[in-house]
């Protein structure tokens, strides 16, 4: 719940599992885990379903200027980086939000190594947006765990960090 006279801090669900019916199925318990947090979930797929007429010649533009904008005005990412590699498209989300200075979280249930070095699970660069030494409490490997009390996303939600 917001607190009065505060309105409540905003996440862009960064996610490629719009793209699939059975994917598709795997959004609700995760919006339903950060909302949880007393957050508002941002998820791309469905903002633009609401927003984009894709019958309209330009549309593909438009799904993308909605992205950023929503990027840009979302307290903070929080995005799901499986596959080998994460999709692109959900890494240039990360990029521009690592870019606007935004609060980063990250979500991988995927086992498969993607890793570029020996100290972080995925490509170092989506690691830049966190505090060094604190990725762990930014990185989340199951939906369980989104909602644990010490890690980054809840503290953050709290206003604790």
């Given at each position: 719940?917001a607190?009065?006279?505060?309105?409540?801090?905003?996440?862009?669900?960064?996610?490629p599992?719009?793209?699939?019916?059975?994917?598709?199925?795997?959004?609700?318990?995760?919006?339903?885990?950060v909302?949880?947090?007393?957050?508002?979930?941002?998820?791309?797929?469905?903002?633009a379903?609401?927003?984009?007429?894709r019958?309209?010649?330009?549309?593909?533009?438009?799904?993308?200027?909605?992205?950023?904008?929503?990027?840009?005005?979302?307290?903070a990412?929080f995005?799901?980086?499986?596959?080998?590699?994460p999709?692109?498209?959900?890494?240039?989300?990360?990029?521009?939000?690592?870019?606007?200075?935004?609060?980063?979280?990250?979500?991988?249930?995927d086992?498969r190594?993607?890793a570029?070095?020996?100290?972080?699970p995925?490509?170092?660069?989506?690691?830049t947006?966190?505090?060094?030494?604190?990725?762990?409490?930014?990185?989340?490997?199951?939906?369980e765990?989104?909602g644990?009390?010490?890690?980054?996303?809840?503290?953050?939600?709290?206003?604790?960090?």
């Amino acid at each position: 719940m917001a607190q009065t006279g505060k309105a409540r801090k905003s996440v862009y669900l960064a996610n490629p599992y719009g793209f699939s019916a059975q994917q598709r199925a795997l959004l609700p318990p995760l919006i339903e885990a950060v909302a949880a947090l007393g957050l508002d979930v941002w998820e791309p797929f469905a903002r633009a379903g609401a927003q984009i007429d894709r019958t309209k010649p330009g549309w593909a533009y438009d799904v993308g200027q909605l992205c950023l904008r929503d990027v840009r005005e979302a307290d903070a990412i929080f995005a799901v980086v499986n596959g080998v590699p994460p999709d692109e498209g959900v890494m240039i989300e990360m990029g521009m939000a690592i870019a606007l200075g935004k609060p980063t979280f990250l979500f991988r249930d995927d086992f498969r190594s993607v890793a570029d070095t020996e100290e972080y699970p995925l490509n170092l660069m989506l690691f830049t947006g966190m505090p060094e030494g604190e990725w762990e409490r930014h990185y989340y490997r199951s939906v369980e765990e989104i909602g644990a009390a010490d890690k980054a996303l809840a503290r953050w939600a709290r206003g604790d960090i």
